[in-house]
């Protein structure tokens, strides 16, 4: 990810940082938005046309400089009348080589609505440095590309003014001047902000630690270099050094790629040596070894024992692989649960019991103390045993968790697995809707056995709650499973061709019949309660089995309960269809939907509807 995708969340992050900084050196207040778009704009490294420009605006942010000027206390805040004006006197250091000053103010709100080219900037204030005025760039559309020029700035709330090395030669001091020169009324807050330029060779990255790979990018960072300048890096702490490239454009931020040759170690160093003999090494050895790739795992649709990884071996890898495991419930740290000098490695049994969302990852060794960087992780989706008693129930499932916490799903080629976050009726805040949804047919589909896995397979999907254990109920009571969802085929005249069953017992294998006395459901065009008795006092492996045999035939899933049998009447009314919302409505049909919620037929109910008139009573 890059450009604008990559760079804002960036910059929010590194404001984010410096914000808390400042809350550590001042008591933990807030910092002042004004003061952060300062910091943040006044220290950023200077990029294409000197100056601020339309392209690169100040520059590049260098979070770095922006802290820098934060602990140093480089600014000051202050608020003038109108007419008024204040001077801040600093003294300039001797190595010094630049001086950056802006000026940053909050420009009051106005209700007006403007015209094109009309100025908008309501309190004006102006910034001058030892009489330097700020670089002000053309606005006009023949002036987009030209260079900024110093002048009066009277359309911005920003405004900065830059000293070179020939500006700042025999000075000592400086004096900023900030004149209010329009203020529409009372005060006008602004920031005042500096930063002096001291030319010092780095290396910025990489080093500290970072992990990079053979054939691999990584960011390069120095400061303080003239251009051109070469490139060169070293194996062993800094003793031999290999030329791996070079810059003859004052490009200071650019990737560079490690050698696919280049040995696993963690004492690697970067140094840059410019044509004036200047020289700048890693502050601190950086990591070099190779990131596996393409791992994945294998594993049984039900249960935690016989999981197995996979991944592309590499030659360079020799000193072999370490596996890692994160729980991301917890915090999502990696620890080790074994090594392998092979590319694949079989998963200890019960290591990811308790861990309801496993993620693996493989990473290189480099020795016994550490390793490279971590491949891609992959989320192992298994069904997490289910134990209940009575007092436990109800155990709903409505999909908070992605994946589901509760169900090892599988399904063919022609079946969809979808999350949709989609409410209804009272189920949990940040439920989901699940979905298996039919995505083609074919010709040979077996239309008298849906569930025929031998013709049907790939247009058939599954859920299933592989552990269920009911023996902390006494055997010879029932527990409700129910499934509230809905059963949609594509074709309206033809409800047929989307069907879903449930099956139980020890093995998973029993075909139930619901309390409506059905086996197979069919389509409906509503939100249905599916409820099945499973016998308590023993374990279940349930299975939920959908079958589509049209494009767009699909299984929505809101939730699924295991409850106590309601032995008295209960029934639940809705809507099939909200009623339209809208002014001068005239004659609506408006379409009901009477559930049974226990476990009792029911007859002869008689239900009433209720309208209301003009003044909202209900007749």
Not at 56 to 61: A, E, L, Q, V
Request: hydrophobic content about 40%; aromatic content about 8%; some cysteine.
């Amino acid at each position: 990810m890059d450009g604008t995708s990559m760079a804002t969340p960036t910059v929010t992050g590194h404001a984010a940082l410096i914000s808390e900084r400042y809350a550590q050196l001042n008591q933990g207040k807030g910092m002042p938005n004004v003061l952060l778009r300062a910091l943040l704009a006044n220290t950023a490294t200077d990029a294409g046309r000197p100056g601020p420009d339309f392209q690169f605006g100040y520059g590049i942010m260098n979070a770095e400089h922006a802290v820098e000027a934060l602990e140093n206390g480089w600014y000051l805040q202050g608020e003038l009348e109108l007419g008024r004006s204040l001077t801040q006197r600093i003294a300039v250091p001797p190595e010094a080589t630049a001086v950056k000053v802006m000026l940053v103010w909050n420009d009051p709100a106005v209700a007006k609505e403007y015209k094109f080219r009309d100025k908008t900037l309501v309190n004006d204030l102006d910034l001058t440095v030892n009489e330097y005025l700020p670089w002000v760039c053309d606005h006009r559309p023949e002036g987009l590309e030209k260079n900024a020029e110093r002048k009066v700035d009277t359309l911005n709330n920003i405004e900065q003014v830059t000293l070179s090395r020939a500006d700042l030669k025999g000075v000592t001091e400086i004096a900023m001047t900030v004149k209010a020169h329009a203020v529409a009324q009372g005060v006008q807050g602004f920031v005042l902000t500096w930063y002096f330029e001291v030319p010092e060779p780095r290396v910025i990255s990489p080093a500290d630690g970072m992990l990079c790979s053979q054939n691999g990018s990584v960011l390069l960072a120095v400061e303080g270099i003239q251009s051109p300048y070469s490139v060169e890096l070293s194996y062993d702490g800094g003793t031999s050094w290999s030329r791996i490239g070079g810059m003859q454009n004052p490009m200071f931020t650019y990737p560079i790629t490690i050698p696919a040759d280049a040995p696993i170690t963690k004492r690697a160093l970067l140094r840059v040596v410019d044509a004036a003999g200047q020289m700048a090494v890693s502050p601190h050895p950086f990591t070099i070894a190779p990131q596996p790739t393409d791992l994945e795992i294998e594993w049984p649709e039900c249960g935690t024992s016989g999981w197995k990884l996979t991944w592309e071996g590499n030659t360079a890898a020799t000193e072999g692989y370490v596996v890692l495991l994160a729980d991301p419930d917890k915090g999502a740290v990696f620890r080790k649960i074994g090594e392998t000098r092979q590319s694949e490695f079989t998963v200890p049994d019960g290591v990811v019991n308790g861990i309801e969302r496993p993620i693996f990852s493989v990473a290189a060794k480099v020795d016994d103390e550490s390793y490279g960087k971590r491949s891609l992780g992959v989320l192992a989706r298994y069904a997490t045993p289910v134990t209940l008693t009575a007092a436990q129930l109800p155990f709903v499932e409505s999909f908070v968790k992605y994946p589901t916490r509760y169900f090892s799903v599988e399904h063919g080629e022609n079946i969809g697995v979808k999350y949709e976050h989609v409410g209804y009726g009272d189920v949990a805040v940040g439920s989901n809707l699940f979905a298996l949804a039919c995505t083609g047919g074919f010709k040979e589909f077996n239309a008298d056995n849906y569930f025929d896995y031998t013709r049907n397979a790939k247009n058939i999907g599954s859920m299933t709650m592989c552990d269920l254990d009911l023996t902390g109920i006494p055997a010879g009571q029932n527990v409700l499973f129910r499934i509230t969802g809905q059963l949609v085929s594509s074709y309206s005249e033809n409800n047929t061709t989307a069907r879903m069953r449930v099956k139980a017992g020890k093995d998973g294998d029993q075909v139930l019949t619901s309390l409506s006395g059905v086996t197979e459901n069919l389509a409906t065009k509503f939100i249905s309660d599916w409820c099945y008795l499973l016998p308590a006092g023993q374990k279940h492996r349930v299975v939920i089995e959908f079958a589509g045999r049209s494009s767009n035939d699909f299984l929505g899933v809101v939730s699924v309960s295991l409850e106590s049998p309601e032995s008295e009447n209960a029934v639940v009314l809705m809507y099939k269809e909200n009623p339209k919302s809208g002014a001068n409505l005239g004659v609506e049909t408006v379409k009901l939907v009477l559930s049974n919620r226990c476990t009792n037929t029911l007859r002869n109910l008689v239900v009433k509807a209720y309208r209301g008139d003009i003044n909202g009573c209900l007749r």
